[in-house]
Structure formats: C-alpha cells, structure tokens
C-alpha cells in the first residue's frame, strides 16, 4: 500500500478586499499589483473568525464532499503561523468542533511552507505505523498580523482554509517522494515577531509581517523549481512525468520563473492566486480543491505540490493522485 490523499475541502472568508479596496490604506493602484504579483483579491476574515474558524469550515466542507471521512482519525494538524492562541492549537480547538474528541491534535508552524511540510510529517507518522489516517489542516488569518499601512506587504495576503486526510491507499497511487529544506540564515528576511527582542540582522522586533521582498522573490525563484527537480529525481521521474505543479500561491512572477525553469506549460499549473493572494500555510490545499472541483485533477495523475516560505522553509511532495470521491 501508498500514502496518499483521499479527501480535500477548503474554506474562504466571505468578505472580498479588491485592489482597487486597499487605496484606502496607502497609494497604490490596481495595476501595478496585478503586474507585480497577479493578485486582483483577497479573502479578509471576520473580527470574530479566526484560524481555527475556517478550518472548521473546511473540514465541513471536506464533510460535505465525503460524508464518512472523519471516521478513523487518529491524529489532527493544523499548520499555522497565525493560531487563534499560543494554546490551546488551533488544531485541538479543530478537532473539538468536528467531533473529533480523545484524538491527539497539534499545530505544525512553517509559515507559507507548512502545509507541504505538514505532509512530510503527517507521511512519516503513518509509514512508522504510528499512526493510521490523519486529518492534515492549512489554516491562516494573514489579515491579523498585517500592517494594513505597509503596501509592500498588505497587497500580498489573505485569508482561508484547507483540509485533507492523508492514509493508505493502493499501490501505485500516492507520495512518490518528499523535499524538506531549510535555511535559518534567511530568517530575517521575513518575520512575525512577538516574543523575541530581535533577530540577529534586525533592530527590534515588530508583531506584524515584515518582509524584505526582493530578497524573499529570488529565493523563491531559485527554490521552487529546485525542490520540483528534486522530488522528482528522488522518484526516479522528469518533468515529462507530471501532470500537475501545485505551487504555493504567492506571486505569478514567480510560478512563471518556475515553469519556465521547468518548461512546464501553463495547463499543467494550478494557479488562484487572482481571486485569494497568498494565504500562506493554506493556499496548496485550497487550490488543490478547486483543481479537483473542477475535475482538472483526475485519479492516476501526477502531482507536484511545492511550499516556500519563511524560517526560509521550503518542501515538495510528489504523488500519484488517488480519488476515493464517490
Ligand atoms: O510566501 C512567500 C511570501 N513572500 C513573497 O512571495 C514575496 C516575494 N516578493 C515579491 O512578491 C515582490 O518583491 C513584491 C511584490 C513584494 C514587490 O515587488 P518588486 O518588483 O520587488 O518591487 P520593489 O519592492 O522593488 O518596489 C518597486 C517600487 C518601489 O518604489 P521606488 O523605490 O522604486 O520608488 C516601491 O516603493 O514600487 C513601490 N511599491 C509600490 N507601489 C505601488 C511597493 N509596493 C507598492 C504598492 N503599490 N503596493
């Protein structure tokens, strides 16, 4: 037997802030984000929702796709770099609202990267045999830790929520191989800090998301394409294998560098980021469920999914997509 996906819901606040929304915090314009990043929208929680708010949403999303899904679950995550509380997790707060109660729950933080590295450790788990079906959540409230005053930042976020449960499934579907990567030394290029004085390069320490863009993009130019190459490499399979790149939503500048890269045309990369901007640990498992709503992705597909974000943190996971829906 594989590892592998077998359900997936997501979540996305009601509230739309367009481009055109945010001139009433700083000088900007439509058209330079849309040119500098793609993004057009952006979903913008509630006062009163938080992370764990949408996960639960999407859990019942997930639900409403696959009625018996919940059944089994022996382990909860929640990857967050915004939870609703040091803690309780946001994962146990999930858990407890889905009825998933007496099940262990955690909260796994790798900012934009944490879902895909939420994978690689949700994968370890059940190959260790420790644990059998696991409900993996990407959750973010980006909007609360903004400064909506800062146009290099605010225009680039948003909110939302995805879910997925990750068990055994037949050979030859499911993960093929996984990337984890990491480079501490980058770490003040994008921070949210609350506890800490500084960091080391860093005067103060600022609560709100603080980036240094130029730097952030070319790491991630070099990044994505490097962690697709080498999941692939691990599997034994080229780029001419795959069926689908689902890369972090960040800035389509810079999943057009990776597909350049990896000479992968447009048909065969998901991309929402128009409608959501980035929604960091939540963005690969909301575009991978409006792939598979829109049954772009099929059963039997190969699959590429690609985070990158602060720590810097990156990781891959491939996989040969298996479709339990009924
Ligand atoms: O999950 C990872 C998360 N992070 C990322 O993915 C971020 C990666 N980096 C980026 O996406 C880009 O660096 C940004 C979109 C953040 C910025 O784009 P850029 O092409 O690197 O622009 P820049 O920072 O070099 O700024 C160019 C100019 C500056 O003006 P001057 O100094 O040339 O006069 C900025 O002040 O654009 C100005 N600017 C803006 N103008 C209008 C910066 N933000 C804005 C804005 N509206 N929102």
Request: glycine content about 10%.
């Amino acid at each position: 037997m594989g590892i592998g996906i077998t359900a997936v819901g997501a979540y996305l606040p009601e509230k739309i802030v367009s481009n055109a929304d945010l001139g009433q915090f700083f000088e900007t314009s439509d058209e330079w984000i849309v040119s500098r990043t793609g993004i057009r929208n952006r979903r913008v929680a509630g006062e009163h929702e938080y992370s764990s708010s949408l996960g639960i949403k999407a859990v019942q999303n997930l639900l409403e796709r696959y009625p018996e899904a919940l059944g089994g679950i022996d382990l909860v995550m929640c990857c967050t770099s915004t939870p609703d509380a040091r803690f309780p997790s946001t994962a146990a707060l999930i858990a407890q609202e889905v009825g998933l109660v007496k099940v262990p729950a955690f909260d796994l933080a790798a900012a934009c990267a944490g879902f895909s590295h939420g994978l690689n450790v949700a994968n370890a788990l059940i190959a260790a045999g420790q644990h059998h079906k696991i409900l993996l959540i990407g959750a973010e409230t980006m909007s609360k830790i903004l400064d909506w005053h800062d146009r290099t930042t605010a225009i680039l976020f948003g909110d939302g929520a995805g879910a997925v449960i990750l068990e055994r499934v037949p050979k030859p579907y499911g993960i093929e191989s996984l990337v984890l990567g990491g480079d501490g030394a980058g770490g003040s290029l994008l921070y949210a800090m609350d506890l800490a004085d500084r960091l080391p390069t860093l005067e103060g320490c600022n609560p709100k998301l603080t980036q240094n863009g130029r730097e952030v993009f070319k790491f991630a130019v070099r990044t994505v394409p490097e962690a697709a190459l080498q999941a692939l490499e691990k599997a034994g399979l080229t780029v001419a294998d795959l069926d689908f790149l689902v890369p972090h939503q960040a800035n389509i500048r810079i999943i057009e560098a990776a597909m350049e890269r990896l000479k992968l045309p447009s048909e065969k990369v998901v991309v929402n980021l128009d409608q959501y901007g980035n929604t960091s640990a939540a963005s690969i498992p909301i575009a991978l469920s409006e792939a598979l709503e829109t049954g772009r992705i099929q059963t039997g597909n190969r699959v590429m999914l690609v985070g990158f974000g602060g720590g810097l943190s990156w990781s891959a996971v491939l996989m040969k997509w298996y479709n339990s829906e009924k």
